[in-house]
């Protein structure tokens, strides 16, 4: 068998003896024959080397939320380093995966008061609230004077900048305070403000977005905004009850769809920390809505009227966090693979943040592929990764690659060497949750704008043809 490279594809030749026998050389008879046979695949590589890094937090502004913004905020350094000062976890003397060049951050809040409906029963919601709007915050990102940034609503670390300075502007301005809506509509408030990206500018469109939500309670994003303040009729401080029993949300399928909008899925990581059992943080969002303890259950033993998913206590004993159930939240990121759920009542917030650098840190070098794939005993597995270079660039000029001939359109075709070791320039296949992957070595990294494909030769039954071609 013969196997060679052409337009972004594996070519598979056979030439075998049997085409050249005469009938005569087929007098006996023969047995059925199953053989294992070759199976091209060819599958285009759905991102580009990332280099920046856009994230949007999402924090809930209530009145319960104060230490947890505060726990929150003790992470933010974490995560920006994690970003621009990658760790070596797994000891090899390499950062886990590359710097970004670029990280912006935005913050919102989960106030959207009444949704724009005039309504006046919800205290400090809607047209009855401080802010006498019926939209409350709006999604609009945070500004602080106290925080500086020069009045920038959007921070930005580039390589290079003071990371300590931007560090201290970032967890200034996720500091949102606790005098919003009680109402919370965090789900709402990130594709609202997604939405604007045409006036805002946020998020770049080449750049992988990150959307991270804070809160307590149950997201209650209103859709249909008539039938729903319509039939409130109940004490406001119960309205998380009554959300989980109103069909005029937006169904999480329509939030998946907005958060994600035109851009490729390995270009987005959705995380929430929330209402969750702390034994539960981090698990697949299907087994967190298949316990027990996620289920909306009525009761009369508290303000908010649903049981609650998970407690947690400060040091002296004193009340922290009280949660209900973030079952539409897992219900989201069940539906965006890669997303991460971890509980709001876990002690700290180290291991949340850890897992979304590591998540968000796993797209920048590494390039999501279709279908997962069995490798052979050294690593390596029967594939071969094409790249057509943007203008201007050569083979020659990016380290792990052979010169395969031009495009019609003039542009370098190069292959690329595989390297399931990692100590030469190319690349290897990995596989973790969500994202079956072409890793590279840092200095293999595919620039900006080319384009790959990555074409392998697999093994598959043929039960149809007894000659198995």
């Known amino acids: 068998m013969i196997m060679r490279w052409n337009a972004g594809i594996w070519v598979v030749s056979c030439v075998s003896s049997l085409l050249l026998l005469s009938t005569g050389c087929l007098d006996r008879d023969l ?104 939209w409350g915050t709006d999604a609009r990102f945070r500004q602080s004077a106290t925080c500086g940034g020069g009045g920038s609503a959007i921070h930005e670390w580039r390589t290079g900048d003071d990371v300590d300075a931007f560090v201290d502007l970032v967890g200034c301005t996720a500091e949102a305070g606790i005098t919003g809506c009680g109402f919370e509509q965090p789900l709402l408030a990130a594709t609202r403000a997604l939405s604007r990206q045409a006036e805002t500018g946020f998020p770049r469109e080449e750049a992988l977005l990150a959307v991270l939500v804070l809160n307590d309670e149950e997201d209650c994003s209103v859709g249909d905004v008539g039938p729903f303040y319509d039939g409130l009729d109940v004490n406001p401080r119960t309205i998380n009850a009554y959300c989980t029993a109103s069909a005029a949300l937006v169904d999480p399928e329509t939030i998946a769809r907005d958060l994600l909008g035109d851009r490729d899925p390995s270009r987005f990581v959705f995380a929430a920390i929330t209402g969750v059992p702390v034994d539960l943080a981090g698990q697949s969002p299907a087994s967190i809505l298949s316990d027990a303890r996620m289920a909306y259950v009525p009761t009369t033993s508290n303000e908010l009227g649903l049981e609650y998913a998970c407690t947690a206590n400060n040091d002296d004993g004193t009340v922290r966090s009280e949660a209900t159930p973030g079952r539409r939240l897992a219900e989201v990121a069940g539906l965006l693979d ?52 943007p203008r201007g660039l050569g083979c020659a000029d990016v380290p792990g690659r052979v010169n395969i001939g031009i495009t019609e359109d003039g542009l370098e075709r190069c292959e690329i060497d595989q390297r399931p070791s990692g100590d030469l320039p190319g690349w290897s296949y990995t596989s973790i949750e969500g994202c079956a992957q072409i890793t590279f070595s840092d200095d293999a990294i595919p620039p900006f704008g080319a384009q790959l494909h990555f074409g392998c030769l697999v093994e598959v039954p043929n039960t149809g043809d007894p000659t198995g071609l």
Do not use: H
């Not at 995966?97 to 005039?118: C, K, M």
């Not at 979304?356 to 069995?374: A, H, P, Q, Y």
């Open 31 to 134: 047995g059925p024959l199953n053989p294992r046979v070759g199976r091209v695949i060819d599958m285009p590589v759905n991102s580009n080397g990332i280099a920046d890094v856009d994230l949007l937090l999402v924090i809930d502004d209530s009145g319960s939320m104060d230490e947890e913004q505060e726990l929150l905020r003790r992470e933010i350094p974490a995560l920006v380093r994690g970003l621009t000062d990658p760790p070596d976890n797994d000891g090899d003397g390499e950062p886990d995966w590359t710097a970004v060049e670029s990280l912006r951050v935005a913050v919102v809040t989960s106030d959207l008061g009444t949704t724009g409906y005039p309504e006046e029963r919800l205290g400090r919601c809607g047209t009855g609230s401080p802010y006498m709007d019926a």
């Open 338 to 389: 890669g997303s991460l759920i971890r509980s709001i009542c876990e002690a700290d917030f180290t291991p949340a943040i850890a897992a979304l650098t590591e998540r968000i840190g796993s797209r920048l070098k590494n390039v999501c592929i279709d279908r997962g794939l069995t490798p052979a005993a050294d690593g390596s597995v029967a594939c071969v990764v094409e790249e057509v270079l």
